[in-house]
């Protein structure tokens, strides 16, 4: 089949990946100049299927509530904020019923262990290389996070994740450059979890899915998606139309706005986070892989010959506009837990990028209802840790194939309940 795939993320570059290697002729078409531009940029880089659960939560309207009073808390709405983003609120706290939560739930862990299956697969057969590193460590500053980590932790024994509650000696061993000045009342580890660099994953394997045949064509801002002829592409700028016998929509936060067009109505919003990565200035000073601050929900990855700190969620803004007290946050973990891993005089990178969200958790993977028209979108905050199994997932549908995993709640049928 001859197939358009709208958008050169980690979710766009997978798809092509799949689709080209099942034999279809593929083009992707990006407005950037590159791919992985966007919300793909610079993440955390966390690959922990057991922690890939809804941020529509129970008891998520407290948290919220109580980060919005602290200084350092990792949620915060910011002004101006659009109507949009009201009805997506709005959706959100319907998502956060318990019975919602564990279906959501279900469904995200489902596709986040097959994801990593599909990632390792891939990874072996190409030998790629992208600054990977094995094991995750949540770091738990108090007895109180102790207590309060513990259905969390029911969760990932119901997921299958391998685990286990350490002590903080046992953690320092684990990552020795841990500062020992920060009290740290124990940490939970997850060995086969990992982090690596997204971007870099989706540069690679671009260049392979363009060695099987797959074309990219960047600065190519594609208009919204016509009612007339859906599988037909154009410019935003205006261009004859060229035809597809299949368009897979993988544009992140945009993919709302190519699909209106077609009655499809996606309750996308972004979630804003930061990430700042540095070069390492002491490697026996940094991380070995990838912890997370329970208490601040900020990520700090080692990544090749530099560290990532990311974190924040922040509904409503400017897309553009860094915010100074989510930076200065991402600062202050990294120096109470890492001091003198990076150098923070030059070389440093500041990032604000938006999670593409739907209001109550998992991605919509599949047939659009319209003949022809795919959608694989609304990855979140965990696109990376989803991504490969996605594209799969699109890739057997697409050919009629019966796909690895249960697909019960990820189709857009969901969205219309
Ligand atoms: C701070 C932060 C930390 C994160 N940490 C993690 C993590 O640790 N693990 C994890 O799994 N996930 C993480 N995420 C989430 C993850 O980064 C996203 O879910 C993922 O990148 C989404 O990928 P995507 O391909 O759907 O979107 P994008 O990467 O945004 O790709 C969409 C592409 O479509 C293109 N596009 C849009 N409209 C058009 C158009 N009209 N024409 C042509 N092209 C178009 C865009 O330019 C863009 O390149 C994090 C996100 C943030 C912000």
Same mark, same amino acid.
């Given at each position: 089949m001859k197939i358009a795939i709208v958008g050169a993320g980690i979710v766009g570059v997978t798809t092509a990946w799949e689709l080209v290697s099942d034999g279809h002729e593929v083009s992707v078409f990006e407005r950037r100049g590159a791919a992985a531009e966007e919300a793909s940029f610079a993440n955390a880089g966390v690959l922990a299927p057991g922690y890939v659960t809804p941020w529509a939560a129970p008891g998520m309207r407290g948290k919220v509530l109580r980060s919005l009073l602290s200084s350092h808390g990792a949620i915060k709405l910011r002004w101006p904020l659009s109507s949009r983003d009201l009805s997506w609120m709005s959706r959100w706290q319907k998502a956060c019923k318990l019975e919602t939560y564990l279906a959501n739930r279900a469904r995200m862990q489902r596709l986040a262990f097959y994801s990593?299956?599909?990632?390792?697969?891939?990874?072996?057969?190409?030998?790629?290389?992208?600054?990977?590193?094995?094991?995750?460590?949540?770091?738990?500053?108090?007895?109180?996070?102790?207590?309060?980590?513990?259905?969390g932790l029911e969760v990932l024994r119901s997921a299958g994740s391998v685990f286990r509650e350490i002590d903080a000696d046992e953690a320092r061993l684990i990552e020795p450059a841990l500062n020992p000045d920060t009290p740290l009342a124990g940490a939970i580890h997850l060995p086969e979890d990992e982090?690596?660099?997204?971007?870099?994953?989706?540069?690679?394997?671009?260049?392979?899915?363009?060695?099987?045949?797959?074309?990219?064509?960047?600065?190519?801002?594609?208009?919204?998606l016509s009612r007339a002829a859906p599988t037909s592409l154009t410019l935003a700028s205006g261009s004859d139309a060229l035809q597809f016998d299949a368009i897979v929509v993988c544009a992140g936060l945009s993919s709302a706005t190519l699909l *209106?067009? !077609? %009655?499809?109505? &996606?309750?996308?919003?972004?979630?804003?986070?930061?990430?700042?990565?540095?070069p390492v200035r002491e490697p026996l000073n940094a991380p070995r892989s990838a912890v997370m601050d329970e208490r601040?929900?900020?990520?700090?990855?080692?990544?090749?010959?530099r560290v990532r700190v990311?974190?924040?969620?922040?509904?409503?803004?400017?897309?553009?506009?860094?915010?100074?007290?989510?930076?200065?946050?991402?600062?202050?973990?990294?120096?109470?837990?890492?001091?003198?891993?990076?150098?923070?005089?030059?070389?440093?990178?500041?990032?604000?990028?938006?999670?593409?969200?739907?209001?109550?958790?998992?991605?919509?993977?599949?047939?659009?209802?319209?003949?022809?028209?795919?959608?694989?979108?609304?990855?979140?905050?965990?696109?990376?840790?989803?991504?490969?199994?996605?594209? *799969?997932? !699109? %890739?057997?549908? &697409?050919?009629?194939?019966?796909?690895g995993i249960d697909l019960e709640g990820l189709g857009i049928e969901r969205l219309s309940l």
């Open positions: 990593r299956t599909r990632l390792h697969a891939v990874t072996e057969a190409r030998e790629l290389s992208y600054e990977r590193s094995d094991g995750y460590l949540v770091l738990l500053r108090s007895k109180r996070e102790k207590k309060l980590v513990q259905p982090v690596a660099n997204c971007r870099q994953f989706a540069l690679l394997l671009k260049w392979e899915a363009e060695a099987l045949g797959a074309q990219f064509h960047f600065n190519c801002d594609i208009a919204p *209106r067009p !077609l %009655g499809l109505r &996606i309750p996308l919003a972004p979630v804003y986070g930061h990430s700042v990565s540095a601040y929900k900020v990520a700090i990855s080692r990544l090749g010959q990311a974190g924040s969620a922040e509904i409503g803004g400017s897309p553009d506009a860094m915010s100074p007290a989510a930076i200065q946050t991402l600062y202050k973990v990294l120096h109470d837990w890492f001091p003198g891993a990076a150098t923070l005089q030059s070389g440093i990178q500041q990032w604000k990028g938006a999670r593409p969200m739907l209001p109550d958790g998992p991605p919509v993977l599949g047939a659009s209802g319209i003949p022809g028209v795919w959608l694989n979108l609304g990855h979140g905050s965990s696109g990376w840790a989803l991504s490969c199994g996605s594209a *799969r997932v !699109l %890739g057997d549908l &697409i050919g009629g194939q019966d796909p």
